[in-house]
């Protein structure tokens, strides 16, 4: 498949640095690194005809567009990984390059070339972008994105393929590459042979057996994986541990040609695949929320846990629109409140880091016994640091970080144009900090937007009633 692929320098390294300086050095130093994961390792966006879905991404095109007053040293490298540098310097006092033009101009530009590229790679979270994604899709082209960040509803909806920031730095840069702790490779089916004297198949039959038993062996892992999780699996987990525990499984899949294709050939109901979200996921619709689509928001359906959030019933009614709006883990409060004093504990005995502090973060919840997946460990994670909280500072604490977090979580929906009434903020301010009424009977109905006084505790940080809008000439510095 023809790929051409365009990197805003400047907004992908901001965002990565902000997460840890260390994921946005290597980034800068190694492109070919991630260059070998995007052409080898990451899978093909949707809508493709079966030629197409079969076979290897070939960029021939390879831009990274860089402010060269702040951003020279990474000149080399790239230079070396075989890009196209196109330098952008800073056009104003606030520091605003051209970057954006020179994209989209070069993208259009591509579109009448006489060479037909099949896929358009964009690296940033600037939803100036949005525009130009959706012209490409009009054109029967497939678009890949690179949000570091929280990009906005529309400009992920406008994407075949959004690359999650986690899943970047994890696969295509090598970091924190974690061993989950259900994370062993899927075992190495085993025949017994029986005693009976029936003879043992040989030619075509033996072939035809030995392929049967261990799909039947990876069906009833897979069904195992997904008994155990709390949230759906990402495929593309799954996908890595088949072939470290079936060696020459990839890149065939088993005649079927894609991983994706393999999977939908097995007998897994009652589970359910979902390929709405990045990557796909399979999970349990009697256990799972499904994944929430990049195209449009879920409808609302009971969530299993809601008996653990209180008498009121408009705190789970509003973290339900937070988590189809903007993505925000639907976390129980007592989960949340886990979260954010395991994240307090960690960082006060140890130097924080993305990575290790997120697996350090869930493991201690878990063995706390609060359900808390990685995932959203690290959604956590990421909005305090793109919000500008640093760690290690001495304002690790709970009412600190749960303040930081509802004004970020105000901003975002602010973005989406997501419309709340003046209790709202209180209320995510008790969401966050594990602040609600138990159930009690009689149960008394709150107000609609009254929130139910909490049970008194230490004072701490007021409840950001407004967060003002920051000043930014892109969409990256808007979002956390």
């Known amino acids: 498949m023809k790929s051409a692929l365009f990197v805003d320098f400047d907004n992908v390294y901001s965002g990565l640095r902000k997460l840890d300086p260390a994921v946005a050095e290597r980034f800068g130093r190694h492109p070919l690194e991630w260059i070998g994961w995007l052409t080898d390792g990451l899978g093909l966006p949707e809508g493709l005809d079966e030629a197409?879905?079969?076979?290897?991404?070939?960029?021939?095109?390879?831009?990274?567009?860089?402010?060269?007053?702040?951003?020279?040293?990474?000149?080399?490298?790239?230079?070396?990984?075989?890009?196209?540098?196109?330098?952008?310097?800073?056009?104003?006092?606030?520091?605003?390059?051209?970057?954006?033009?020179?994209?989209?101009?070069?993208?259009?530009?591509?579109?009448?070339?006489?060479?037909?590229?099949?896929?358009?790679?964009?690296?940033?979270?600037?939803?100036?972008?949005?525009?130009?994604?959706?012209?490409?899709?009009?054109?029967?082209?497939?678009?890949?994105?690179?949000?570091?960040?929280?990009?906005?509803?529309?400009?992920?909806?406008?994407?075949?393929?959004?690359?999650?920031?986690?899943?970047?730095?994890r696969e295509g840069l090598g970091f924190g590459a974690e061993v989950d702790e259900a994370a062993v490779p899927a075992p190495t089916p085993t025949v017994t042979v029986p005693e009976a004297a029936e003879p043992t198949p040989s030619g075509p039959a033996a072939a035809n057996l030995a392929t049967e038993l261990p799909l039947q062996q990876m069906t009833a892992w897979l069904r195992a994986e997904?008994?155990?999780?709390?949230?759906?699996?990402?495929?593309?987990?799954?996908?890595?541990r088949l072939m470290a525990g079936h060696p020459g499984l990839a890149p065939e899949w088993g005649g079927q040609g894609s991983f994706r294709r393999f999977l939908e050939a097995l007998p897994l109901a009652p589970l359910r695949l979902d390929w709405?979200?990045?990557?796909?996921?399979?999970?349990?619709?009697?256990?799972?929320?499904?994944?929430?689509?990049?195209?449009?928001?879920?409808?609302?359906?009971?969530?299993?846990?809601?008996?653990?959030?209180?008498?009121?019933?408009s705190l789970f009614a509003l973290a339900r629109q937070m988590h189809d709006a903007i993505g925000m883990p639907l976390l129980s409060p007592r989960d949340f409140r886990a979260l954010l004093e395991m994240i307090a504990v960690d960082v006060a005995a140890q130097p924080f880091q993305l990575n290790e502090t997120g697996k350090r973060v869930r493991d201690r919840c878990r063995e706390a016994g609060h359900e808390v997946s990685r995932e959203a460990v690290n959604w956590v994670l990421r909005g305090l640091l793109l919000c500008g909280h640093e760690f290690g500072q001495g304002h690790d604490d709970l009412p600190t970080l749960s303040y930081r977090l509802v004004g970020n979580l105000l901003?975002?929906?602010?973005?989406?144009?997501?419309?709340?009434?003046?209790?709202?903020?209180?209320?995510?301010?008790?969401?966050?900090?594990?602040?609600?009424?138990?159930?009690?009977?009689?149960?008394?109905?709150?107000?609609?937007?009254?929130?139910?006084?909490?049970?008194?505790?230490?004072?701490?940080?007021?409840?950001?009633?407004?967060?003002?809008?920051?000043?930014?000439?892109?969409?990256?510095?808007?979002?956390?």
Not at 226 to 240: F, H
Not at 279 to 297: E, F, I, Q, T
Not at 429 to 448: L, Y
């Open 52 to 169: 197409q879905a079969r076979t290897r991404r070939r960029l021939l095109v390879r831009r990274v567009y860089l402010n060269p007053q702040v951003y020279q040293r990474f000149r080399p490298s790239f230079n070396h990984a075989g890009f196209e540098i196109v330098d952008c310097p800073s056009m104003t006092s606030e520091g605003k390059t051209s970057t954006d033009i020179h994209m989209v101009l070069d993208m259009v530009e591509l579109l009448q070339h006489p060479v037909h590229y099949d896929e358009f790679i964009v690296f940033s979270a600037d939803a100036d972008f949005t525009p130009v994604l959706r012209k490409l899709r009009r054109w029967d082209r497939r678009t890949t994105v690179l949000a570091v960040g929280f990009p906005s509803a529309a400009y992920r909806a406008s994407a075949d393929l959004l690359i999650e920031p986690d899943r970047f730095i």
């Open 226 to 240: 997904v008994e155990r999780a709390d949230q759906p699996v990402p495929c593309a987990r799954l996908a890595s």
């Open 276 to 313: 709405s979200a990045s990557g796909g996921h399979l999970y349990d619709p009697a256990r799972h929320v499904p994944p929430r689509p990049l195209s449009a928001p879920q409808t609302v359906r009971p969530h299993p846990a809601a008996s653990a959030w209180g008498s009121d019933p």
């Open 411 to 480: 901003n975002l929906c602010r973005r989406e144009q997501l419309v709340m009434d003046e209790g709202a903020p209180a209320l995510l301010q008790r969401w966050v900090s594990g602040k609600i009424v138990p159930n009690a009977a009689p149960e008394v109905e709150p107000q609609a937007t009254a929130p139910t006084p909490a049970p008194a505790e230490p004072a701490q940080e007021p409840v950001p009633e407004s967060v003002p809008e920051p000043a930014a000439a892109t969409d990256q510095s808007t979002q956390p």
